[in-house]
C-alpha cells in the first residue's frame, strides 16, 4: 500500500459518494462536494488506523515533544519549552484527543454537519499537522552534530538537505499502518490545508445529509465508538489489527537479516555540481571509485551523496538486539532457539528508586622507601596504615505493586509450567541497571533469566506492560496482552504442539 493508492481510493469513494448523494439531493456546488467527500473519507480512514494504535500516536508525539523542549530552550522563547514535558507525560491523553478530533472532523464532512464549525476544525487541524511534519522535514537541513549543536531557529547555519539529519524520521500520519517520508508528508499536509482554505470561503456550499437530529445522533455515536474502540487498543487489550513488524507469524531472525542485507546492498549516488559551470555529474560507486579524483578541488566542485531506498523497507526489526544483564550480545539464544520459547516482556520496571548513604570504615596504608645507589628496587623502611571513613551510596527500589503483581500472579505460573513440561522461558526488558534487575527478579521470585533491548524496540513488540510472547526457531507464534493471558491448558493445546 502506498499514499498514491490510498489517494485514488479516496478520490474513488469521494467521486462514487458525490455522484450517489446528487441523485437524492442537487448538491449547489459538485466540485465542493467531491472535496468534502475525498477528505471526509480520508479523516475517518485516518483516524481509524490511528485508533487501532493510540499507544504508537502517543510515542510519535512523545518525540515530538522531547524535540520541540529541546529546540525552545536555545531562544528567546525559553519558557515555552516547559510545556512540552507536560504534553509528554500526557501522551496518551493528547493522543486519542486528537484521534477523535480527528475523526469526528471526517465525519461532519461526510454528513455536512456544522458546516462553518467543520471548515474551521479541518484548517486548525491541518495547521498542526503541518507544523508538525514540516518540521520534521526541515530538520534535515539542521546540523545534527552532537559536538556542534545547531538550533533549528539558526537558520544562517543551515546546510544542504541530509535526511539522516531529521530528528522524526516519520510523521506518523497513518500510524504503523503506512510510514511516509517526511517531505512526502509535509507536501500532504500542505496539499490537504489548500483545500482547508478553500473550504474557509466555500463552507456554505457543504451538502447536508439527513436531518439535524440525525446528523447529531449520528456524531455522537461515531464518537462514543471511536473513544471505545482506542481504549479498547490502548489499554485493554493488544491493537486489533496488528500493523507493526513483530506480527505473529513473522521470523525476526530471516526479517532482520534480510532488512541487513538490503542496507549493505543500498545504491549510492555521488553528485559532484561545478561551481562556475552549474554542471551536474552523478556517479555510481564503481565510476566514483575510478573518478573521484577528478572532482576533489573542493573550491571547484560541490559534493553530496544520494542513496536509493533499500529493496526491504527497513524496520524496528533491524534494532532488534539484545543483551544479557552484563551487557553481553544474547541476540542469538532469542531468534535461534529451536525449542518453544514463551518470553515474558516488559518496556518499564515501574519503581521509585532509593538511595541511602552508608558510612563503613576502610584501611589505607602508607608506605616510606629509600633508594640504595646502586640498587635498583626501593628499600622498605616502615609500612603505616590508617582508618578512614568511606562513603558509598546503596539504591534500592520498591517496584509497582500491580507490575509485581503480575509476574507474581499470572506470568510467573506460565512460567513454571513451561519450565516443567521442558520448554524455555525468558524475560525481554527495556535497558535497566543490573542490581535493578536483579531487585526486580528476587521481589517476583522470577527464576528465568532477563535479557534487555532498546525500550522503543519493545515497545514495539508489545504494548502491554508486561506481555507475552512465545517464539519458536525466530517465529513469533503468539503474543499477549496481560489482561489475555491464556491458561496452560489453552497455551499447551492450541500452539505447544
Known amino acids: 500500500m502506498t499514499l498514491t493508492t490510498l489517494i485514488i481510493s479516496f478520490a474513488i469513494i469521494g467521486a462514487f459518494l458525490t455522484f450517489i448523494v446528487s441523485r437524492f439531493k442537487p448538491h449547489r456546488n459538485s466540485f465542493i462536494a467531491f472535496l468534502q467527500y475525498f477528505t471526509g473519507v480520508w479523516f475517518v480512514f485516518s483516524g481509524f488506523v490511528k485508533a487501532v494504535d493510540p499507544y504508537g500516536t502517543s510515542i510519535k508525539m512523545q518525540q515530538y515533544f522531547a524535540d520541540f523542549q529541546t529546540t525552545f530552550e536555545g531562544t528567546p522563547l525559553k519558557s515555552i519549552a516547559g510545556i512540552f514535558p507536560v504534553l509528554s507525560h500526557q501522551s496518551m491523553a493528547f493522543s486519542i484527543f486528537m484521534i477523535l478530533f480527528e475523526l469526528i472532523i471526517g465525519v461532519c464532512l461526510l454528513l455536512g454537519y456544522q458546516k462553518r464549525a467543520t471548515a474551521w476544525a479541518f484548517m486548525i487541524i491541518m495547521l498542526f499537522f503541518t507544523v508538525l511534519t514540516g518540521y520534521t522535514h526541515l530538520t534535515g537541513y539542521v546540523p545534527n552534530d552532537p559536538l556542534n549543536k545547531v538550533n533549528f531557529f539558526e537558520f544562517s547555519k543551515w546546510v544542504a538537505f541530509d535526511a539522516f539529519n531529521r530528528r522524526v524520521t516519520d510523521c506518523g500520519c497513518f500510524g504503523d499502518f503506512l510510514k511516509l517520508d517526511p517531505r512526502i508528508s509535509f507536501y500532504k499536509d500542505l496539499f490537504l490545508s489548500a483545500i482547508g482554505l478553500i473550504f474557509i470561503f466555500k463552507y456554505r456550499d457543504f451538502t447536508s445529509l439527513f436531518t439535524a437530529r440525525i446528523r447529531g445522533a449520528a456524531l455522537l455515536i461515531a464518537a462514543a465508538l471511536t473513544l471505545l474502540f482506542s481504549f479498547r487498543n490502548a489499554f485493554w487489550n493488544e491493537p486489533y489489527f496488528d500493523f507493526r513488524p513483530f506480527k505473529v507469524g513473522v521470523n525476526i531472525r530471516d526479517r532482520k537479516k534480510a532488512e541487513e542485507t538490503a542496507m549493505a546492498h543500498i545504491s549510492i549516488t555521488y553528485i559532484y555540481k561545478n561551481k562556475k559551470t552549474g554542471q551536474v555529474v552523478k556517479l555510481a560507486m564503481d565510476e566514483f571509485m575510478k573518478r573521484f579524483k577528478e572532482f576533489s578541488n573542493k573550491e571547484e566542485w560541490d ?48 519503581s521509585v528508586e532509593h538511595q541511602k548513604i552508608v558510612v563503613r570504615p576502610d584501611t589505607t596504608f602508607t608506605v616510606d622507601t629509600i633508594r640504595t645507589p646502586g640498587v635498583v628496587e626501593p628499600k622498605l623502611l616502615r609500612q603505616a596504615k590508617a582508618i578512614i571513613q568511606r562513603q558509598d551510596t546503596l539504591k534500592s527500589y520498591t517496584f509497582d505493586p500491580a507490575l509485581a503483581g503480575q509476574f507474581i500472579h499470572k506470568i510467573n505460573p506460565l512460567m513454571e509450567q513451561a519450565e516443567k513440561a521442558g520448554y524455555k522461558t525468558a524475560a525481554l526488558i527495556a535497558f535497566a541497571q543490573p542490581h535493578k534487575i536483579d531487585d526486580f527478579r528476587h521481589e517476583t521470585n522470577s527464576a528465568y533469566p532477563f535479557y534487555t533491548a532498546d525500550e522503543l524496540v519493545v515497545k514495539t513488540m508489545i504494548r502491554s506492560n508486561p506481555g507475552l510472547y512465545l517464539i519458536k526457531d525466530g517465529t513469533i507464534l503468539g503474543k499477549w496482552h496481560i489482561g489475555h493471558l491464556p491458561d496452560w491448558n489453552t497455551l499447551k493445546m492450541s500452539y505447544l504442539k
Open 303 to 350: 559534493f553530496k551523496q544520494e542513496k536509493g531506498e533499500p529493496e526491504v523497507p527497513q524496520s524496528k526489526i533491524s534494532d532488534f538486539s539484545v543483551s544479557d544483564v552484563q551487557g553481553r550480545d544474547a541476540t542469538d539464544s532469542i531468534i535461534n532457539e529451536k525449542n518453544y520459547l514463551l518470553l515474558a516482556l516488559s518496556y518499564d520496571l515501574k
